[in-house]
Nanobody, 126 residues
């Protein structure tokens, strides 16, 4: 049984930083693409960063490129999202997700991911 558990969310002022973590279990990380998504009230869930566990290729949404960094500790099956220079528009529930590498076509589409965490809230005040 695959489980993903996020942590690290909170409330910060604009310009601040947070580091999200996602601990996974029940799967072999090297076979998956790992992604971070976010969803603000009234908006669709959007992908912000993704990483191929095998090889380490990373991808970022234009809105977070240069500010967010996705990384992974394969030995601990833990995914991270370092978020710097946070803006009020980054406020959302953040989710980590895992998708089978062989089947996933668009790393920023939520529909390609098989497993999801419960989410962690990030609130950025101006």
């Amino acid at each position: 049984q695959v489980q993903l558990v996020e942590s690290g969310g909170g409330s910060v002022q604009a310009g601040g930083s947070l580091r999200l973590s996602c601990v996974g279990s029940g799967y072999t990380a090297s076979r998956y693409v790992m992604g971070w998504f976010r969803q603000a009230p009234g908006k669709e869930r959007e992908g912000v960063a993704a990483m191929y566990s095998a090889g380490g290729s990373t991808y970022y949404h234009a809105s977070v490129k240069g500010r967010f960094t996705i990384s992974q500790d394969n030995a601990k099956n833990t995914l991270f999202l370092q978020m710097n220079t946070l803006k009020p528009e980054d406020t959302a529930m953040y989710y980590c997700a895992a998708g089978h590498t062989a089947a996933l076509r668009d790393v920023f589409s939520q529909y390609g991911y098989n497993y999801w965490g419960q989410g962690t809230q990030v609130t950025v005040s101006s």
